[in-house]
């Protein structure tokens, strides 16, 4: 995705974020910021899009925004080799479809291609994306307690996982 199509699918990101947050998933934001405020967000993230830091994955299906999963890449010298996957989201009424295992694998695709070869990410403990998430590969190093809030605002313990990629 890039920048220029930011009018077009920002909308539809909201949409899934709303769809994810009245699930049970965060993806970094509480109930309480409403759908505005999750579309401004899109544009802003969208409109500063910079492969260099950012891949944003999109899985649609005619006009509808079924899927994301977002790829950030560490700022760090030290760390070039390693990038965060964030925001993985696939609509409810979507799911068990493929999609997520879909859009990790191009997020892997687009790691490999910028040289990246240690994955990690941090979700919710004890929710069905654990499940998912070791079902990919990824490996729990460990749970951190009160880690970030549930959409609802609740204080939750975090999953950290990482998975390295071949050279």
């Known amino acids: ?19 994810a947050l009245r699930s049970g998933m965060a993806l970094g934001a509480l109930q309480s910021m409403g759908r505005a405020a999750l579309e401004r ?14 891949i944003v994955v999109i899985a649609e299906e005619g006009r509808a925004v ?9 700022g760090a010298t030290n ?16 799911r068990s479809r493929g999609i997520g295992r ?9 790691a490999h291609s ?4 240690l994955l990690w990410l941090t979700t919710h403990d004890g929710t069905d994306a654990c499940v998912f998430y070791e079902a ?5 190093l460990g749970v951190m307690p009160n880690f970030s809030r549930r959409p609802d605002g609740t204080l939750w313990p ?9 050279a």
């Open 41 to 54: 967000s899109y544009r802003d993230l969208v409109g500063a899009l910079d492969e260099r830091k950012r």
């Open 114 to 117: 910028h040289a990246i070869t």
């Open 102 to 110: 879909q859009l990790i694998a191009e997020l892997e695709a687009a």
């Open 158 to 166: 975090g999953a950290f996982y990482f998975k390295e990629l071949p």
């Open 136 to 140: 990919m590969g990824y490996t729990k």
């Open 66 to 74: 079924l899927g994301m999963a977002q790829l950030v890449f560490s």
């Open 1 to 19: 995705m890039s920048p220029a199509e930011a009018d077009d699918i920002c909308a539809g990101l909201a949409d899934l974020h709303l769809d």
């Open 79 to 94: 760390s070039d080799h390693r990038a965060e996957v964030q925001r993985v989201a696939v609509a409810t009424a979507a």
